[in-house]
């Protein structure tokens, strides 16, 4: 039986949930006799507390000080502070990565999470290099980990990238035996950084593969709900990182659309207990945190959230046109306008702009609504975990 271990982390739902998705479908692989693992090394007792709590200050971070987030992001996309950031990270989470590989020994690793680049490359260093004398006196990770020889059993690495903005630096490294990335730019990106085209595919970011397989009809799927299986749905997903939400409703509310809206809070308790204290003009579903979002997508006929890099590939991958409310300094501001170029859906600055749009999508037979899904479709990668697994299994075969 091979060991598949997957590397994630909490610093929104984004990698976690590409995470759970790879693992999904690798389980339902009857053809492969494997065991998969999903872990967080940041929860590692060997983790330092700082970046430990990080991932859950995370939210608190974007929400109170977005430009400091901003500069944060935009200062480590450097090639000096880049260095520096990744000598840290692989002194601060080496032990986490080497027990991790000594308890588990894994036959493939898949990552989705760029902190794990550094000590990742730092372990295969020691533990799979050939060195000649003269790499050693250089010592340059990046420039070494291309030349080097493995000595006996090579442990495949896999990195997949969970945004459609460009690629920040701290995902690039030559240590992946393959990158997983969502758009031909960031294929053209990571190997102008050094990486072999051959080892660079184009998946998309992994999703629940729910996606793929559902068979129910989107009128199905509303009568599941206990909604109106002919009337325009739109799907409205909040959480803490997603501002001005309820704003946004609101004014939906009181619109005169002829519309039923489902809410997902995202684990928000005070978003949902205002989404549960409004009184609803529209028929309303609300849930709170749900494992049902894929299913509530494809229902849907469009969704009003934030820029995420998992709901955005997960909308296109339901063709489903975006009214994004909430962009983030970074790697959202790719996501957005990744959407926004292949008229997939629009950035929204406020609730009068929510009302223009939806009116213009509603008009004409819904002719602008339809032509939206269009691209959304043309663009979504629904079997994009699939792929990711189908070069796993390739590796473990090699």
């Known amino acids: 039986m091979k060991r598949v271990l997957i590397l ?13 998705a790879i693992a999904a479908t690798l389980q339902k692989q009857k053809s492969m006799d494997i065991e998969v693992k999903v872990q967080n090394l940041l929860n590692d007792p060997k983790t330092p507390s700082l ?5 859950y200050d995370y939210d608190k971070l974007i929400r109170e000080s977005p430009k400091l987030y901003e500069f944060g992001y935009e ?15 692989s002194a601060l989470l080496f032990k986490s990565f080497s027990n991790e590989m000594d308890e588990y020994q894994p036959d493939i690793i898949v990552n989705t999470y760029p902190l794990y680049h550094p000590p ?51 995902w690039m490294s030559l240590l992946p035996d393959a990158y997983c990335v969502a758009t ?17 595919f184009c998946t998309g970011i992994p999703i629940n593969p729910v996606f793929s397989e559902e068979t129910r009809t989107k009128a199905a799927l509303r009568v599941y709900f206990g909604l109106d299986p002919e009337k325009t ?18 004014v939906m509310n009181h619109s005169g659309f002829d519309l039923q809206l489902i809410m997902a809070a995202g684990g928000d308790e005070k978003l949902y207990q205002t989404m549960q204290s409004t009184q609803w003009n529209i028929p309303v579903k609300i849930v709170n945190f749900t494992q049902e979002l894929p299913e509530m997508m494809l229902a849907s006929d469009f969704v009003v959230t934030k820029a995420g890099g998992l709901v955005t590939s997960e909308a296109l991958a339901a ?11 970074g790697q959202e501001e790719g996501n957005a306008s990744f959407v926004q170029n292949n008229g997939a859906g629009i950035v929204i600055s406020d609730p009068i702009k929510l009302i223009e749009t939806i009116s213009l999508w509603l008009r004409n ?19 994009s975990s699939s792929h990711i697994v189908k070069i796993i299994q390739s590796l473990l075969d090699a």
């Not at 994630?8 to 759970?20: K, L, M, Q, V, W």
């Not at 200062?75 to 990270?89: E, M, N, R, T, V």
């Not at 960031?186 to 660079?200: A, D, T």
Request: hydrophobic share 40%; no cysteine; glycine share 6%.
């Open 75 to 89: 200062s480590s996309d450097k090639p000096f502070p880049s260095q520096l950031a990744q000598i840290g990270l």
């Open 120 to 170: 990742a490359q730092t372990w295969y260093l020691i533990n799979e290099a050939s060195w000649t004398s003269e790499e050693i006196s250089k010592f340059l990770p990046q420039s070494a980990i291309s030349k080097f020889s493995f000595r006996g059993k090579h442990i495949p690495f896999i990195t997949v990238i969970t945004d459609f903005a460009s690629v920040h630096l701290l």
């Open 51 to 55: 970046l430990r709590n990080s991932q």
């Open 184 to 200: 031909e730019l960031m294929r053209y990106q990571v190997i102008q950084n050094g990486l072999s085209p051959e080892k660079v």
């Open 365 to 383: 037979n819904k002719a602008g609504l339809k032509l939206a899904a269009e691209n959304a479709r043309r663009i979504g990668r629904p079997d």
């Open 8 to 20: 994630t982390a909490d610093a929104g739902f984004g990698h976690r949930s590409a995470a759970n």
């Open 233 to 250: 749905t739109v799907l409205a997903i909040g959480s803490k990182r997603v501002s001005n939400l309820m704003e946004n409703l609101t």
């Open 319 to 329: 063709g489903l046109p975006m009214i994004l409310i909430d962009v983030l300094p």
